[in-house]
């Protein structure tokens, strides 16, 4: 898995455990000296604060040991999956689309990067080309004829 997304990972874990272990608890003990808790908005909302960050620290220590456990030889070489340049052939509009394959924390539809996950992006993992998928996006289901692919192992 490319490295610069587990670093940028990394990072946020970093931060958000700095947060929990000092700046959270500091807040909560001057919160704590105003008084009555249970009517204290600066208590309440450090703790929520504190909550959400856990969740979140939880969140993001997963993502990050799923992405360790890629491994690039275990991407297939002959269909589209991660990492994958597709050209395809938009029916409905009567356009070809260029499209990347990437995870998540990389999709910029800007550039033309799709998530894995996206409605598009799902619908073309394990595909071949002149397959022809159908995807549910927000604007309504489309159909793509697949032109070309240039797997992640074809690249470079």
């Keep these: 898995m490319p490295t610069p997304i587990l670093q940028k990972l990394e990072e946020e874990i970093q931060a958000l455990e700095h947060e929990l ?5 500091k807040e909560l003990k001057r919160a704590r000296a105003h008084g009555d808790l249970s009517e204290n908005a600066e208590y309440i909302m450090a703790k929520q604060r ?3 960050v856990g969740a979140r620290l939880a969140q993001l220590k997963k ?5 360790a ?3 690039i030889d275990n991407i297939p070489k002959d269909r589209i999956a991660y990492g994958s340049k597709v050209v395809l052939y938009d029916v409905d509009r009567d356009v070809e689309v260029n499209y990347k394959l990437v995870t998540s924390e990389e999709s910029d539809v800007s550039k033309g990067w799709i998530s894995t996950t996206s409605p ?5 993992m394990g595909k071949k080309v002149d ?3 159908t995807a549910t996006t927000p604007q309504g289901v489309r159909e793509f ?3 070309s692919v240039l797997t992640i192992h074809e690249q470079n």
Excluded at 63 to 67: F, G
Aim: glycine share 4%; aromatic share 4%; charged share 30%.
């Design 21 to 25: 272990t000092h700046e959270l608890p």
């Design 50 to 52: 504190q909550d959400f």
């Design 63 to 67: 993502r990050a040991a799923d992405l």
């Design 69 to 71: 456990l890629v491994n």
């Design 120 to 124: 598009i992006g799902r619908s073309l």
């Design 131 to 133: 397959d022809t998928v």
């Design 145 to 147: 004829e697949i032109r």
